[in-house]
Nanobody, 116 residues
Framework: QVQLVESGGGLVQAGGSLRLSCAAS????????MGWYRQAPGKQRELVAR???????KYGDSVKGRFTISRDNAKNTVYLQMNSLKPEDTAVYYC??????????WGQGTQVTVSS
């Protein structure tokens, strides 16, 4: 059974930092493209960052230069370091593991709230 468990969310003031973690079980995460998405109330889920099996990364335009995605293959864990947080970063953040259209898994999400 595949599980993606996010942690590290919480309440932070604007300008602050948080680090999210996504621990994967039931898959070997290095064989997957791992990503972070977020969804704010009334908005569509959007890509925050993705890291590919070869180590390449992709970021959403709104987080470039502020967020960094990384992975620890030995721990089967993916991280999202979020710096210079803004109120508009407030959302539920979801971890995703994808290898194909049918081999695609999501975590339960973790709330990030940035106060002004």
């Amino acid at each position: 059974q595949v599980q993606l468990v996010e942690s590290g969310g919480g309440l932070v003031q604007a300008g602050g930092s948080l680090r999210l973690s996504c621990a994967a079980s039931g898959i070997t995460s290095v064989m997957y493209s791992m990503g972070w998405y977020r969804q704010a109330p009334g908005k569509q889920r959007e890509l925050v960052a993705r890291i590919f099996g070869g180590g390449g990364t992709k970021y959403g335009d709104s987080v470039k230069g502020r967020f960094t995605i990384s992975r620890d293959n030995a721990k089967n864990t993916v991280y999202l370091q979020m710096n210079s947080l803004k109120p508009e970063d407030t959302a539920v953040y979801y971890c995703n593991a994808e290898r194909s259209v049918v081999d695609n898994f999501w975590g339960q999400g973790t709330q990030v709230t940035v106060s002004s």
